[in-house]
């Protein structure tokens, strides 16, 4: 899991290779602390994307109880660390589905 965590760290933190860097270890500790929250948002919206799929009783079904233990909010192959983000403020994500 620790593994997990810090690849994560790699794209979410991407800029020097993800080496929390600085000219003194004040500038680093801000730079780590910064890094929570954006971990914090995605292992939130990640986990409300995991109980959508589970509210669906074909998920539900398929699923042993190995399966459901293997589960983990901490995936990162959607997140774009390059380019563009377009951020609309008038539309929200759709949680209909989230119980």
């Known amino acids: 899991m620790v ?3 810090n690849g994560a760290n ?3 933190f991407y800029g020097k290779q993800g080496v929390l860097t600085g000219a003194d270890r004040e500038h680093a500790e801000v730079s780590m602390l910064a890094l929570h929250l ?3 948002c995605l ?3 990640n986990t409300l994307l995991l109980q959508a799929v589970l509210a669906d ?3 539900a079904e398929r699923l042993t109880a190995e ?3 293997g589960l983990s909010p901490l995936f990162w192959s959607h997140i774009n660390p390059y380019g563009r983000f377009h951020l609309d403020m008038d539309k929200r ?3 209909s ?3």
Do not use: F, K
Request: hydrophobic share 40%; aromatic share 12%.
């Open 3 to 5: 593994e997990n965590w």
């Open 10 to 12: 790699d794209t979410i």
């Open 38 to 40: 954006p971990q914090s």
């Open 43 to 45: 292992v939130y919206v």
């Open 57 to 59: 009783p074909a998920w």
């Open 67 to 69: 399966d459901r233990r």
């Open 93 to 95: 994500l759709d949680l």
């Open 97 to 99: 589905g989230v119980a």
